[in-house]
């Protein structure tokens, strides 16, 4: 119960500055800054709050599915509050808390809760490649936001159209410093992220044959199809410099959100074993199950002969018990 009234107390936080941010298309207000700050906080502050619960009572702290996703909205949702401050008059979270929603709403309806498998041999390598992977992924977000804005700010000034009331976003030379710097930083974050990946692997096919993922899973190849094209854009965004000036770094961007949703797809519904239990983990909780039942079972027949002649003592003396006595028996009872 903790931990869906949580989820719900700071993401209808965010729901709630995500209507504040929408109402600037319609009115002005002196106080909404003010109010959509203390909803931004709030959510935030709750958001950590959760998290520090969930890794204080798991052995593995926030080492699941479902905690990666909400670790990842959590830092969208601290970028959202970084850029409201710097800037307070643009609305940053018309474009960021819907992805921060979203993220909630994978993490609560289709992520896995289970931990992922950890030996201490692979602690090291596990904890670099899922902590690189999810700050690759937030960086390929917020390119994606900037990446929107500078569409929609480039739309706006090509087609010399009014300022829309309250609807205000930064300039094109900072969105385009914004996503052409997440593009090179997603790109560095999801390399070392996969490179780890692998070499957990090869410690784990080294170390415990049964508990490593075979490389044909979805998950490593979908995950070595995003590295790949995040590389050609980065080296494309590095070597031909129109790629870092007006739409093109933001198409980028927004194609490369496009390949991070569809491997998120892809291992959310793909048959995956990374991050479960594998065979040689089944087989031993299967012969530990096996041995205590075995267990259980010899204790069981040890104590069964002993029970089963008291057993026939009691009906042969009952057989053989005089009728009188049987009587005389009752009568003491009911005179009792």
Excluded at 10 to 27: D, P
Excluded at 56 to 85: H, I, K, N, R
Excluded at 209 to 234: I, K, Y
Aim: aromatic share 12%; net charge positive.
């Amino acid at each position: 119960m903790l931990s869906g009234t949580s989820i719900f107390c700071f993401a209808a936080s965010y729901a709630v500055a995500l209507a504040l941010e929408a109402s600037r298309l319609f009115f002005r207000s002196s106080v909404r800054g003010a109010v959509l700050l203390a909803f931004g906080a709030a959510g935030l502050l709750a958001h950590t709050i959760f998290l520090a619960y969930r890794a204080g009572s798991e052995a593995m702290p926030l080492a699941s599915e479902f905690d990666w996703y909400l670790v990842a909205a959590w830092l969208l949702a601290a970028v959202y509050l970084y850029l409201m401050l710097h800037f307070p008059r643009t609305a940053v979270g018309l474009f960021t808390l819907p992805l921060v929603l979203g993220l909630i709403a994978v993490a609560a309806k289709f992520a896995n809760r289970q931990p992922f498998p950890q030996t201490r041999a692979s602690q090291f390598w596990g904890t670099i490649h899922g902590a690189f992977l999810l700050l690759g992924a937030v960086a390929v977000l917020v390119g994606f936001v900037t990446g929107v804005m500078h569409l929609a700010q480039s739309y706006r000034l090509k087609h010399k159209l009014p300022a829309v009331q309250g609807f205000q976003l930064p300039s094109l030379e900072w969105l385009e410093r914004t996503n052409s710097r997440a593009t090179i930083l997603s790109a560095l974050m999801l390399a070392v992220g996969f490179v780890s990946g692998l070499l957990l692997n090869l410690v784990n096919q080294s170390k415990h044959p049964g508990e490593s993922v075979p490389w044909t899973d979805p998950v490593v190849w979908s995950s070595g199809m995003l590295l790949v094209w995040m590389l050609a854009a980065a080296l494309f965004s590095l070597l031909y410099r129109p790629a870092r000036q007006g739409r093109k770094v933001a198409y980028l961007t927004v194609a490369s959100f496009v390949v991070l949703v569809a491997m998120l797809g892809v291992q959310l519904v793909a048959p995956s074993v990374h991050g479960q239990k594998t065979k040689s983990q089944h087989g031993r909780v299967f012969r530990n199950a096996t041995a205590v039942a075995a267990g259980w079972d010899q204790r069981a027949c040890e104590r069964r002969p002993t029970r089963i002649l008291d057993f026939g003592f009691w009906i042969l003396d009952s057989a053989i018990q005089n009728p009188k006595s049987k009587i005389q028996n009752r009568d003491e009872r009911g005179a009792r």
